[in-house]
T-cell receptor, first 112, second 114 residues
């Protein structure tokens, strides 16, 4: 079964707009990570947020984590066409060590 | 900075053949993970190794085996290949001893079984 579900499944915006993607998970976690994947290519690590953290920033990325709601959000500000990709959240659950369980991904399209 | 290296990048095999995928983790990383990503799907965990010992096992078929060698590189061996094994196979590495749990992924091996 899927640990994570992502919302929305697809998002289309204009360059310069902000993009927000959400992720929900089911079990208690140690960490939550966000990855980007260009079509059929490798997974690029974006950011890790620990279970005792609530918010983290990296450049144009802002990640929040709400462990009481078992959810996370990824905000990309001032989006660019190059941000077009699939975005996955991945969790490592307390009971399963450090293996990652991925959400279904959000396909982001940034139109120039 | 050095990244995770996987070889080959593309592999075409016929049904019932065998395949070996190789992974070279980032230097100093002590943990290697293997994931399988089918078309249009999210990656699924197969197996992991910490300091050359199997540390976790996921949904890996019995036809598959893996190991990590003394130089920390890892190999995923796949036998009696089936059409359904066609997928992207990712290797990832992390430095868990340093409590740095970011997993960095290689570019993947695209396996096509015909």
């Amino acid at each position: 079964s899927q640990q994570g579900e992502e919302d929305p499944q697809a998002l289309s915006i204009q360059e310069g707009e902000n993009a927000t993607m959400n992720c929900s998970y089911k079990t208690s976690i140690n960490n939550l990570q966000w990855y980007r994947q260009n079509s059929g290519r490798g997974l690029v690590h974006l950011i890790l947020i620990r279970s005792n953290e609530r918010e983290k920033h990296s450049g144009r990325l802002r990640v929040t984590l709400d462990t009481s709601k078992k959810s996370s959000s990824l905000l990309i500000t001032a989006s660019r066409a190059a941000d077009t990709a699939s975005y996955f959240c991945a969790t490592d659950a307390e009971t399963s060590g450090s293996r990652l369980t991925f959400g279904e991904g959000t396909q982001l399209t940034v139109n120039p | 900075a050095a990244g995770v290296i996987q070889s080959p990048r593309h592999l075409i095999k016929e049904k019932r053949e065998t395949a070996t995928l190789k992974c070279y983790p980032i230097p100093r990383h002590d943990t290697v993970y293997w994931y399988q990503q089918g078309p249009g799907q999210d990656p699924q965990f197969l197996i992991s190794f910490y300091e050359k010992m199997q540390s976790d096992k996921g949904s890996i078929p019995d036809r598959f085996s893996a190991q990590q060698f003394s130089d920390y590189h890892s190999e995923l061996n796949m036998s009696s290949l089936e059409l359904g094994d066609s997928a992207l196979y990712f290797c990832a590495s992390s430095w868990n001893l340093a409590e740095s749990y970011e997993q960095y992924f290689g570019p993947g091996t695209r396996l096509t079984v015909t």
